[in-house]
């Protein structure tokens, strides 16, 4: 391992740690574990959302090997807000007064609620708990309308107060640290006002943007390196003017158009980088051929091809497949045309009646979804599991992983499964699958919509002996060689080494 001695902080930028993990934020956990095994990088995850979970969610996923230990993650409000301090500090205890009244109040999930009545037998206060019996929130009420309420943070200390209007809306929101200082004033349409050390206020900013790069000022030292996973919300902070010293990296997690067809319009998360690509010294895609296409398109000469690394594959020598178990990995999602993977398991199903399809993952769709299984008469044949951290026996015991998408950037969860020999099948779209699959070698290619080929594909696969299927099994595995880790760890030494 090569450690760059020169190299100063390497920031990774995100929106949020949500309780499922978006490919965007798995891909970058993925890089930066990465960046600590072969390059001696530890770099810093900053996300800017408010979010009571968002440490909780984070430890999760280090206890889960998701994200390496060391990888600190900093976010906007809990950075302000001194939250992590809270852990060391008693939660909100509420006292009872004597004249008021109390009640308790019966809920469906037999979370702990409790009203609070004057002398006067009006309403005043709704408190509601966490299962962990410390306050959630706290509405307050004036005349039976509800005029404000408290939030606390995960360690039960007050997090922010919104002042409401008649319509419940906030229209002004005070932020407080852990020991009840005011550190931010928030007013729905701006500004937005910081309090310094006093809780006197030492700025006044125009919107969220503004607060964003007073936050990024703070955290980002000189002359480090910025890598931009989520476009859309950061890089115009960067493509105006120039106010961080540090040296930045765009990354394109998906597909650089949003029309499918004709890609003349471009993705609107890609639209300020594609119009400023030289306001970042690199813009890095994941397939050699986005990268050809964009260069093709735009005339950009600053674009380089690194792609996800392929986990280190570990198959047990007595796992056991379960036949004719077919598994699909994603978010419940309109453009994942999984509507696509259960029509063509109806068809499926007609040849091989025990046929089972599992979905991991979490989505809009997900209700959708669940009435079209049991429409097309799929209530035993499909399993909707949700989202999973660790999904290595999913796919060593899996016959097959079906992808119906219609446009990726990449698609990890292909190279994952391939990576531990479970073969694909998938439409033949750009990007990813179309350099990942050879087809009947380790997977199989299918035209857009056509669900019927789907099917058959499936139906050609299952049919086949042990010994035939092991072929592709290995054939799966031996073809992720070229995304082992040390060789994209190679491609990310050689961006940095000319960034430092």
Known sequence: MEAFDTLKNVYFLHTDIGSSLTGIEKSAMIRGNLFIKYLGITPTFITVLKNKKVRQNWERYVENGVVDSEIPMINLYDYLQKTEEGRQLPAYHLKKEKTYGYQEVNTKDDSYHLRVFDTNNQQIKYLVFTDQQLLSHINYFHEGRK????????????????????????????????????????????????????????????????????FLKKIIEAE???????????????????????????????????????????????????????????????????????????????????????????????????????????????????????????????????????????????KKLRQLAIKLGLQKNVQFNGYQDNLTTLYTTAELFLFTGQAEGFTMSVLESLSYGCPVVSYNVRYGVDEMIQNDHNGFHVTFDDKKQFANQIIFYLNKTTAEKNTYRKAAQQSTITYAEDKVADRWRQLLQGLS
């Open 147 to 214: 005029i404000a309420r408290d939030h606390f943070n995960a360690y039960g200390q007050l997090s922010h107060t919104e002042y409401l209007t008649e319509n419940n809306l906030a229209y002004v929101t005070e932020y407080f640290d852990v020991y009840g200082k005011r550190v931010l004033t928030k007013h729905v349409d701006g500004p937005i006002l910081v309090a310094g050390n006093d809780s006197a206020y030492e700025a006044v900013l125009e919107d969220e943007q503004a607060l964003m790069l007073y």
């Open 224 to 366: 480090s390196i910025v890598m931009i996973d989520r476009n859309k919300k950061f890089s115009s902070l960067f493509i105006k003017n120039k106010q961080i010293n540090a040296k930045l990296v765009s990354i394109i997690h998906s597909t650089y158009f949003s029309d499918i067809e004709s890609r003349a319009k471009i993705n609107s998360n890609y639209q300020k980088v594609l119009n400023s690509p030289y306001s970042f010294e690199n813009i890095v895609v994941l397939t050699n051929r986005q990268k050809k296409e964009m260069e093709q398109q735009f005339g950009i000469t600053n674009l380089v091809t690194i792609p996800h690394p392929r986990p280190v594959p570990y198959i047990s020598e007595d796992v056991n497949i379960s036949s004719n178990k077919l598994i699909s990995v994603g978010r419940l999602a309109s453009e994942k045309n999984l509507n696509h993977m259960l029509e063509a398991l109806v068809l499926v199903k007609k040849e091989i009646p025990d046929v089972t399809l599992e979905l991991y993952g979490k989505g809009k769709e997900e």
